[in-house]
């Protein structure tokens, strides 16, 4: 196959040079693409780096090499792709790929993790991350196609202004129909700051997301419009001890069947099996954060969804990405049986109802497809039109006047480029104070009154209100992984530590978060994880290495943001959580010492 | 005249206390209103308190009584109302005020100064601030009405909606034609960002603001649309040394009068004569900062103003303040002679014409008209929609496509809603980011690359981009106080510090800072000052404590920033002042260190 880099080779490599370095597929190699001259280089990555993945390489890449008092949007910020140390292997749930980038949102660093294909598909490339880089001083859209030969970087006018679903029918189209494919929509186009990048899943829907912090705004102001991720003909991934390898996924697979989080609730119902549980606990914010129960939860919940998708001809237990063994996603499809959307989360579910009032599945599924092919973050959105609620924009409870709403985000509407950029962003414009946000980013469907560990996660974490983070729910409801009372301090702030430490580190390996429900609950859990990394490079990691990974991780995100400007006075909840929350009337009571102790 | 006091007079005075309290006028006191309960309390400040005025008060009070990180528009936020320490006498322009608060556009403390009729009038009731404090829970609006022996706080129904402009005609028309009116326009009520506070001129017009950093939202957001203040039958300011006041006051008159700029240009042509100097020294904004020089400049320059209001009998030599001799306002009207504005200033005419390429006077004067009378601050709006222009919203130049658009502010419309609130909110709308932003408060009419001790200001005065804080445009280009180079570095981190502390000494002061010009040019300038302030009081301030007067106010704002997380990350210029600006090709050079050396 002839090398084509779209005429524009980088001076410093010739192309044959090329050819051979992105064939060496186990050379683990980082892929630089200068958007505006159209050129890439190949390089091998230096000591510290080539012991990284995921969230630990896009978080060390973006503090060695991004300004970070630098516009989010100008050509000074890049944005990173790195699938994690155990994508491309056959470990189970190995698939997910960190983005990271100085946040438009948030103004912080900030690493989102996607399902999709091209996490495994970079990393049997030898790919340890793409970075996008400087910025076109036009308007043309680039598309970049990544071979096993080749990287090109094309016009992508034939894709630009249309939605993800588009795109990515058109991508599978042109490039068969089992590449990988990471796009931006509209919203992306428009720079908003609350745009997502979206990844076509096993079937091609762009129901996955890399959602939260505006990436999808980066990609945007690099007008790249989609990148393609083609593995055909890569060599088998290399493997340091192929039978260790084995041996440790057996472990892993079985510790994940076997829990009943991984192994039954979230198969059975998905992550919306979280509505009745987080409602009963009394956390479920309801009305823009008024009360933890909803009088209509059961009408959004798990077990009405499941309902729903097994009458209408639906699918449970999809993968976001192939090797998962989880699948906690779904299809939902319409009352005529026609697929409306895939992965549509508790998170999304709550944003969209109790947030807003709204009680119809139907009207929510709706807008979680809007948002995946508008290209916009489901949480940020549902929390934004909650917000105009609140300003009298539309009534409390009308799903069809926030799915019109919603329609007018990555259009030429102004209020499409007010809700489009978010819940603070929606505060401001309508005179609102009631604003639930972290750093300027939309708390997601965890009342920090309730489950107090994931409110020191929101407070505390580089990205903003993220329950990824550092997921107390596991100790404060779910009784996973330990118990720690949701409603009182003690405790929470050691909790929320110790599992932003663990989360970052599950974030560079590639694994999905959902996995950290057996691991929490076996005491070989973190070996597991370390036996695969083992087996995989060759090394010798131990659990505590893998922990002070996450440690260092986030000393790289919070150094970044300290560049930023940030201050504790950017760690702290909204005045109005100073009010009580029904019904178990707790309110939010850390001093800003007490959440400063998170802090590595 | 009975005690009216809306019937909620609170529980710690008996109206018959109030009564004395407000009659003993020149007892300096500090009226509290509590916007939520209608009730107000009279209070003898604390020592601390009681030697300070103006900005010093208004920032003092902020940093003691409003915890930095709240929401602007909380009712943890208070609006501090001070005349400054002469005001209410003789001394030549001491009528300026001070309004002060969180900023809900900076996030940090805000002083934005004004004339009007309200200094004056409050400092002979003995008023030496009003703060107005807490938050209703409805959308009632009140009016708060203050007079020799009474306060009111009366529902405000039939004003609410209405502009500056007739606002303040009803007001006069049931108050009388001489009563000092604070207010805002339907943006201060909606609490748009870039809303100000109108104060009503000698004549009645609302061409007076407290314009920068969204204080009419802050008033909004308690809902007090108006303050009404009658001083009939006041007693006579009490000055401790009435003889050595008139000498000082005859010294001060001769001072201002003399020198060229405060005796001559500035009642000559207003403002406006620094389009053709600004343009001169190739630092005239254009096309939102792109180059120093406009080629249109010769039709929006103050010559050119100036020949317009004389053809159509417009009026030159007003002064925004009663005791003012400076005179440096005009009214100008349209071509059928019709009153179009006041107080069209240098900025505004730079904000509307040189950064947007309008360059009809016409136009111009019309978004003067109308940002008074919506009640949004003029720099904020020019850049705003200047930003809109780099957006591809409307076209570069196009007047009357900026006034449709400016029109919008202030109702219901969505587009209204995003220029509102300002340049940076306008530029996250569109996603741009060439947004000539410090601590999101827009830059006004001088480039920091050919000005640069102005720009030393714009970065690190505790305000955000505001070149009244330290006008070192002054020694860059009128020569006045000193000549220091403006496209070079040396020096002008001295020169800024050094006018940033005059300028709040002179602030707190209650003076025009207008006689800054004759100050820095007579060796007794500041003497002269001092001289008044002991005359008034009986106090021996020496010419270093005033200027202390200034740190210690610094200090206090930049302690309250801190609190609120600012940091050296927030005293930057956006990163495209990097790009060389035509016709010096100077860029923007000076290091975080370097601008660090400003704070005290």
Not at 448 to 474: I, L, Q
Request: glycine letters at 12%; aromatic letters at 6%.
């Amino acid at each position: 196959m002839p090398m084509s880099t779209n005429g524009n080779v980088s001076d410093n490599m010739e192309p044959s040079d090329l050819n051979r370095t992105l064939k060496e597929g186990n050379m683990q190699k980082i892929l630089r693409i200068n958007t505006k001259e159209k050129t890439f280089t190949v390089e091998q990555p230096e000591n510290a780096l080539s012991s990284m993945g995921g969230r630990g390489l896009t978080s060390r890449i973006i503090l060695n090499e991004v300004p970070p008092t630098c516009h989010a949007l100008s050509k000074f910020n890049k944005l990173v792709v790195a699938p994690g140390l155990l994508s491309g292997t056959a470990a189970a749930n190995s698939g997910r790929i960190s983005v990271g980038a100085k946040s438009p949102l948030t103004g912080g660093i900030k690493e989102s993790n996607s399902g999709g294909l091209v996490s495994q598909k970079l990393a049997r490339l030898g790919i340890k991350a793409i970075v996008l880089e400087d910025r076109p001083d036009n308007d043309a859209y680039s598309l970049v196609v990544i071979k096993r030969d080749s990287v090109e970087i094309v016009p992508a006018d034939e894709y630009v202004g249309l939605g993800n679903y588009a795109v990515i029918e058109k991508l599978w189209n042109k490039y068969g129909k089992k590449v990988g494919v990471m796009c931006i929509g509209p919203a992306g186009e428009q720079c908003l700051t609350s745009a997502s990048i979206q990844f076509a899943d096993p079937k091609g829907h762009a129901g996955r997301a890399a959602g939260r912090g505006g990436l999808g705004a980066v990609m945007g102001s690099k007008k790249i419009k989609a990148i393609v991720v083609d593995d055909t003909g890569a060599d088998k991934i290399f493997l340091a001890d192929d039978k260790a390898f084995k041996t440790a996924n057996k472990r892993w697979v079985e510790m994940i069947k076997k829990h009943p989080v991984s192994g039954q609730g979230l198969p059975e119902l998905g992550t919306a099996i979280l509505v009745n549980l987080i409602n009963e606990a009394g956390a479920l914010p309801t009305k823009n954060f008024r009360s933890g129960r909803f009088e209509f939860a059961e009408d959004i919940s798990g077990e009405r969804m499941v309902e729903l998708i097994k009458k209408r001809g639906g699918v449970i237990r999809e993968g976001c990405h192939p090797g998962c063994i989880i699948h906690c996603s779904q299809a939902y499809h319409d009352k005529e049986g026609r697929y409306v959307t895939s992965g549509m989360e508790y998170e999304t579910i709550w944003a969209f109802g109790a947030h807003t009032l709204i009680k119809d599945l139907d009207d929510i599924a709706l807008m979680d497809r809007l948002c995946d092919d508008i290209g916009v973050d489901t949480i940020e959105m549902g929390v934004a039109i909650g917000i105009a609620m609140e300003g009298g924009l539309i009534p409390w409870g009308d799903g069809k006047a926030a799915i019109d709403l919603l329609k007018k985000v990555g259009t030429d509407a102004p209020l499409g480029r007010i809700i489009g950029n978010g819940a603070a962003f929606t505060g401001q414009a309508f005179g609102i104070d009631r604003v639930p946000v972290v750093k300027r980013q939309a708390f997601p469907a965890y009342d920090p009154r309730s489950v107090k560990g994931v409110g020191v996660t929101y407070a505390t974490s580089p990205m903003g209100a993220d329950h990824t983070a550092g997921y107390a729910v596991c100790q404060n409801v779910l009784k996973v992984g330990g118990d720690v009372d949701p409603l009182k301090k003690e405790g929470n702030v050691e909790v929320s530590k110790n599992l932003q430490i663990a989360t970052a580190a599950i974030d560079a390996s590639g694994i999905c978060l959902f996995t950290a429900f057996p691991v929490l609950d076996n005491e070989d859990g973190v070996q597991t994880i370390v036996s695969l990394i083992n087996a995989r490079y060759g090394i010798n990691m131990t659990p505590n290495d893998f922990l002070d990974l996450g440690i260092s991780i986030l000393k790289d995100e919070h150094a970044f943001n300290k560049g930023a400007g940030f201050t504790k006075a950017d760690d702290r909840m909204p005045d109005f959580f100073a009010e009580p929350l029904p019904p178990h009337n707790t309110t939010w009571d850390f001093t800003d010492e007490e959440l400063q102790q998170v802090k590595m």
